[in-house]
């Protein structure tokens, strides 16, 4: 069972490049969620997608924009990428129902010069 | 914005000590879930608890939510240096079923 697959795993990039993160899931959840990891500031959410062609702000929405492309992939996009970015990012999806788990990927360790 | 407190940050114990984790909200929420995450993975799920009061075990974990749904807490019983990892807890919120985290416990056992 792959779950949640985010790709790339690593990138490094310099201040004002562009780049797509891709994340797909085979469990045929609704929801997909997109999340940065930062020390000491826990998860916070960036955009979220509560079924196929919706999707939602976050707590940490500015500079980024999301593209919910098909129930299986959610993508988050940097139009042009600033030091604050640096962070490791994580795609998550959650089935029916508001208490259910959500399931993470591994993220995407993202480096910004 | 809701925020969820959660101590200590920081915890370095020997094996065989016993340990709590705090999460404290001035929000009541529908449900809280416990998360562990290990270096270079997601979070994974531990355990939700929904109901005030209720008190769920897993193993040497027990997680118990607070009466007013505002609070929960873990409780490992003699750490093993295999529950070395972050800790997260999350609270849900909505009809959307949005997660608010904690910042995160990173506890280390030594053996």
């Known amino acids: 069972n792959a779950g949640v697959t985010q790709t790339p795993k690593f990138q490094v990039l310099k201040t004002g490049q562009s780049m797509t993160l891709q994340c797909a899931q085979d469990?045929?959840?609704?929801?997909m969620y997109w999340y940065r990891q930062d020390p000491g500031m826990g998860l916070r959410l960036i955009y979220y997608?509560?079924?196929?062609?919706?999707?939602d702000k976050g707590e940490v929405p500015n500079g980024y924009n999301v593209s919910r492309l098909n129930k299986r992939e959610f993508s988050l996009r940097l139009e042009s990428a600033a030091p604050s970015q640096t962070s490791v990012y994580f795609c998550?999806?959650?089935?029916?129902?508001?208490?259910?788990?959500?399931?993470f990927g591994d993220g995407t360790r993202l480096s910004i010069l | 914005t809701q925020l969820l407190e959660q101590s200590p940050q920081f915890l370095s114990i020997q094996e065989g000590e016993n340990l709590t984790v705090y999460c404290n909200s001035s929000?009541?929420?529908?449900?809280l879930q416990w998360y562990r995450q290990e270096p270079g993975e997601g979070p994974v799920l531990l355990v939700t608890?929904?109901?005030?009061?209720e008190v769920k075990k897993l193993k040497r974990l027990t997680f118990q939510f607070g009466d007013a749904r505002k609070d929960s807490s873990l409780h490992i019983t003699a750490a093993q240096p295999g529950d070395t990892g972050l800790y997260l807890c999350?609270?849900?919120?909505?009809?959307?079923?949005?997660?608010?985290f904690g910042k995160g416990t990173k506890l280390s056992v030594k053996p």
């Open positions: 998550a999806s959650r089935g029916r129902g508001h208490n259910q788990p959500q399931h």
């Open positions: 469990m045929n959840h609704n929801s």
């Open positions: 997608s509560a079924s196929e062609g919706t999707t």
């Open positions: 929000s009541v929420f529908s449900s």
């Open positions: 608890v929904v109901t005030g009061g």
């Open positions: 999350a609270g849900v919120l909505g009809s959307q079923g949005n997660l608010i």
